[in-house]
């Protein structure tokens, strides 16, 4: 009689990929079958239960009676991003979970014991979250964030009716998702083992930029069509439209990849998320780039400005459209590039560390949402007809002789102070 030899997990190494499957149980089964087929003999593993509901080490039973005991801890070093909550493993096709009655199980609660999530084994970019130094961190650019979309709506609030900018509610939407992503990421560190919290945060961070990079592109667009005679053309706001279409269908294909990673095993199917959300981070990447060259070929093609008033608010709109759209190229990248680095956990780098993490994200939106509030963008990138019944009145009020109209001019200071002149202009704003 041929004794079974003692179970060596590395002798199946190359049917990993097809067999392994790895799952969370409920703390409420302690007994784990697992069947190997071979001349008609069945090997059957079982975890004795202790305190944390999984057992010290695997027990192997062999035909001869004699048993070898493994501990989890090497048995699933062997997985790759697997952890301690795997209470089942799988080896073959036909492993079988015995339910109350002690019979065999169908297939309804082998797929809700099997059904993730898993880790994925890379290393994150920004490390789990840990409260003592994610919390105050997050903390603080949460009141940031809360008082970047209170400058946002109550400037929308005081506009008047007929020159509203919906651009102010979508800054505002933006500060609020960027809270959102936060609070998520104090959540985290609070739960750092629940894996479905971690997915939301990874989606929220992913998620809220986007808004950004749509009003960056919108600015380009109405930059290129007030000072050229082809970005007035039918075919710009086409191409336009197309960008921003493209944006919305990134969001679903990576927030549907970054999901399902994390619910399968298969290394193809991990794979193809893998790949979906490199195109996707590229794809965002050169969106966030694009305001970049159309505010330099808007420069060099732009109509003569004689207008002097006019040509340093063209400049000043460059300037801003230009500065921001830097910052926001440099985070694309930073997530393009590290995606593209994915390094396995143990072998992190200098991206990975906190301070990359917050400076390339929170911190670069913060300076381009200040920055947009400060130079007041709502009435800086109005639609031309708006903007130029705006400067008539204002003439009107300036060119009055009348000490009524001068204490109005003095009485709306705070108006006058962030129109062009006084923002980026050198001569004084009484001039």
């Known amino acids: 009689m041929t004794v079974w030899p003692p179970f060596v997990f590395l002798s199946y190494w190359r049917y990993l990929p097809r067999t392994v499957v790895g799952a969370s149980a409920s703390a409420s089964v302690r007994h784990f079958h697992v069947s190997k087929r071979r001349s008609g003999r069945d090997h059957v593993a079982k975890a004795a239960p202790n305190r944390k509901g ?13 048993q070898r005991a493994y501990t989890p801890k090497k048995i699933l070093a062997l997985v790759p991003g697997s952890g301690q909550s795997w209470k089942f493993m799988k080896w073959t096709s036909d492993a079988r979970l ?5 019979d065999i199980t169908n297939s309804r609660k082998m797929s809700a014991i099997m059904a993730g999530p898993y880790l994925l084994g890379t290393a994150i970019v920004g490390g789990v979250p840990t409260p003592n130094v994610d919390d105050p961190i997050a903390a603080v650019m ?7 979309g209170a400058f946002h709506m109550t400037w929308r609030l005081n506009q008047p009716k007929e020159h509203v900018s919906k651009l102010s509610l979508l800054l505002f939407i933006f500060s609020m998702t960027r809270i959102v992503a936060l609070v998520m990421r104090m959540t985290w560190a609070s739960h750092p083992k629940n894996i479905n919290v971690a997915i939301a945060a990874q989606i929220f961070l992913a998620a809220g930029v986007l ?3 749509v009003i960056n592109l919108i600015f380009a667009r109405r930059v290129l069509g007030d000072y050229t005679v082809f970005g007035r053309h039918k075919v710009i706001d086409s191409i336009m439209t197309f960008l921003i279409t493209c944006v919305a269908a990134c969001l679903i294909m ?19 998320c893998r790949d979906i959300q490199l195109v996707s981070s590229t794809y965002l990447a050169l969106l966030a780039f694009i305001p970049i060259p159309t505010g330099i070929l808007t420069l060099l093609l ?3 400005i004689e207008d002097l008033k006019e040509r340093r608010r063209f400049h000043a709109r460059l300037q801003l459209l230009l500065f921001t759209a830097t910052l926001l190229t440099l985070g694309a990248g930073f997530r393009t590039g590290t995606a593209f680095d994915a ?7 200098w991206f990975h560390h906190k301070a990359a993490f917050y400076c390339f994200n929170f911190v670069i939106e913060i300076m381009c949402t200040y920055t947009v509030a400060v130079a007041r963008f709502d009435r800086r990138f109005r639609l031309g007809h708006l903007r130029v019944s705006e400067d008539v009145e204002k003439d009107a009020l300036t060119d009055s002789d009348s000490p009524a109209d001068d204490r109005e001019f003095f009485d709306k200071f705070f108006d006058m102070i962030n129109n062009d002149r006084e923002v980026f202009g050198r001569e004084d704003w009484k001039q």
């Open 98 to 102: 015995p339910d109350a009655e002690g």
């Open 254 to 272: 990576v927030i549907v990849a970054t999901v399902y990673s994390f619910f399968t095993l298969d290394p193809h199917t991990r794979q193809q």
């Open 302 to 304: 732009a109509e003569p």
């Open 54 to 66: 999984f057992g010290s080490a695997s027990v192997l039973q062999q035909p001869n009676g004699r």
């Open 142 to 148: 949460i009141a940031l964030f809360l008082l970047a």
């Open 343 to 349: 390094r396995p956990q143990g072998h992190t780098t």
């Open 211 to 213: 808004i950004f990079f």
